[in-house]
């Protein structure tokens, strides 16, 4: 399982910076790097709630579910 983040799409959407979004949210430009990266393992509801406060979005928006490739073994 995957989850893809769409925090980029969104940002230039709403014509928006990278450190723009930090001062809103009150989050690290190191730790959006981390979420904007795929590299974290988790996300607070009051930082999702933030984000999609600054960014006037759903959290939809931004998170994506892609399903692992099932392998077949026939």
């Known amino acids: 399982m995957a ?9 230039a959407k709403r014509k928006m910076s990278v450190t723009e979004l930090t001062e809103k949210v009150g989050i690290t430009m190191a730790n959006l790097s981390i979420l904007k990266n795929g590299k974290a393992k988790a996300i607070r509801f009051s930082t999702l709630e933030a984000i999609c406060k600054a960014l006037d979005c759903q959290p939809g928006d931004i ?12």
Do not use: A
């Open 3 to 11: 989850i893809i983040i769409h925090i980029d799409i969104m940002l």
């Open 63 to 74: 998170l994506e579910y892609v399903p692992d490739e099932e392998t077949d073994e026939t």
